[in-house]
């Protein structure tokens, strides 16, 4: 009985850390919506896919991306009074499997709400899905 009980919760565990790496579109842009929540740039930059081209410093690329959300992202948010809460409305995947749209609604402190917050998505050469960096 002992041997059950401990597997039971070892399967529990896996379960759930396995439910916390969530891969997909709509996995990947509400980790990026709890990170802009938090305003936590760093996350949300490694949520982003950054192309790799030869002679491109791409952890430099990260570093001024993540200053810049910090100082533009902030101060939006900031006269917004930060976010309140999100919900996930839809995601499309496309025909190809190569990008997707996560459509979001975001309440912020001040009481606006945009309901048409869209994220777009790209999977990276790994198959990972990450958020576009819009170039």
């Known amino acids: 009985m002992r041997n059950l009980t401990v597997f039971i919760t070892m399967f529990i565990a896996a379960f759930i850390m396995c439910g916390c790496s969530d891969n997909s579109p709509r996995g990947v842009a509400e980790k990026g919506l709890n990170c802009m929540q938090k305003e936590d740039w760093e996350g949300y930059v490694k949520l ?41 409305i839809s ?15 975001i309440k912020y402190g001040n009481g606006d709400e945009d309901k048409d917050h869209k994220i777009k998505l790209i999977k990276d050469d790994k198959g990972d899905w990450k958020i576009s960096s819009g170039k």
């Open 91 to 105: 995601e499309e995947i496309s025909e190809d499997g190569a990008t997707a749209t996560v459509k979001a609604s």
């Open 48 to 88: 982003m896919h950054f192309e790799k081209k030869e002679g491109k410093d791409i952890e430099r690329e990260k570093e001024q991306v993540a200053a810049l959300l910090k100082a533009k992202g902030g101060e939006a948010l900031d006269e917004k009074s930060g976010i309140k809460s999100y919900d996930i």
